[in-house]
């Protein structure tokens, strides 16, 4: 009995997960909120995303300093998805805020199949050293009312980032949409429409 309960949670959180990560492409640069699994900090946040949107036919890689191999371990043990190499990978997650340029080896789709294009998963510190940096940038486009943009709510990204992502999605509809996510649960998305400017 006690299984079956633990079943239907699990099922609730990750539909709950599921419908605030569409608000979170939907709505870019805002944050939602993710319930993780127990048991696997600091990763909790991105294994549940994982949960939600990756399975046995897909490909992932996990590209990062020594805490990657325990990321790859969970989601593959928490989806059983086949682990691929970076350039043909369906999902990139990185195990820390910076890529080392990772990012521009992701897969962008081609003119009859942008949707391939690969989805980049950040895994941010949970307080972030700079967070002045933010303000630098302005996220505008789809899901973003103001017309003279906003500031990404979540801090702590390198602005080297958002300039990867600035060329990566240069010619969109090519290009990767993206995950930034917190131990704590907190995610941002930005998919390849947002465009964002870099001061």
Same mark, same amino acid.
């Given at each position: 009995? !006690? #299984?079956?309960?633990?079943?239907?949670?699990?099922? !609730?959180?990750?539909?709950?997960?599921?419908?605030?990560?569409?608000?979170?492409?939907?709505?870019?640069?805002?944050?939602?909120?993710?319930?993780?699994?127990?048991? $696997?900090?600091? +990763?909790?946040?991105?294994? %549940?995303?994982? #949960? &939600?949107?990756?399975?046995?036919?897909?490909?992932? &890689? $996990?590209?990062g300093n020594g805490s990657a191999q325990t990321l790859q371990t969970a989601i593959a043990g928490a989806t059983g998805a086949r682990t691929e190499r970076l350039e043909a990978a369906d999902f990139v997650? +990185?195990?820390?805020?910076?890529?080392?340029?990772?990012?521009?080896?992701?897969?962008?789709?081609?003119?009859?199949?942008? /949707?391939?294009? %690969?989805?980049?998963?950040? &895994?941010?510190?949970?307080?972030?050293?700079?967070?002045?940096?933010? +303000?630098?940038?302005?996220?505008?486009?789809?899901?973003?009312? /103001?017309?003279? =943009?906003?500031?990404?709510?979540?801090? =702590?990204?390198?602005?080297?980032? +958002?300039?990867?992502?600035?060329t990566i999605n240069a010619d969109y509809p090519l290009g990767v949409d993206a995950f930034f996510v917190r131990p704590s649960g907190e995610v941002m998305g930005l998919p390849r429409s947002t465009r964002?400017?870099?001061?």
């Amino acid at each position: 009995m !006690r #299984e079956a309960h633990s079943m239907n949670h699990d099922g !609730r959180r990750s539909q709950k997960n599921y419908r605030n990560l569409l608000q979170a492409l939907s709505r870019p640069g805002r944050v939602v909120r993710l319930d993780g699994p127990d048991g $696997v900090l600091p +990763f909790a946040a991105a294994v %549940a995303l994982a #949960e &939600c949107l990756l399975d046995s036919e897909v490909g992932f &890689c $996990v590209i990062g300093n020594g805490s990657a191999q325990t990321l790859q371990t969970a989601i593959a043990g928490a989806t059983g998805a086949r682990t691929e190499r970076l350039e043909a990978a369906d999902f990139v997650f +990185f195990s820390e805020a910076g890529s080392r340029g990772g990012a521009r080896l992701a897969k962008r789709g081609g003119p009859e199949s942008p /949707e391939d294009g %690969a989805t980049l998963v950040y &895994c941010l510190e949970s307080q972030p050293a700079v967070v002045r940096d933010r +303000f630098r940038v302005r996220l505008t486009g789809p899901g973003i009312p /103001e017309s003279s =943009g906003i500031v990404p709510e979540i801090s =702590g990204i390198p602005l080297e980032e +958002f300039q990867e992502l600035v060329t990566i999605n240069a010619d969109y509809p090519l290009g990767v949409d993206a995950f930034f996510v917190r131990p704590s649960g907190e995610v941002m998305g930005l998919p390849r429409s947002t465009r964002i400017q870099v001061r």
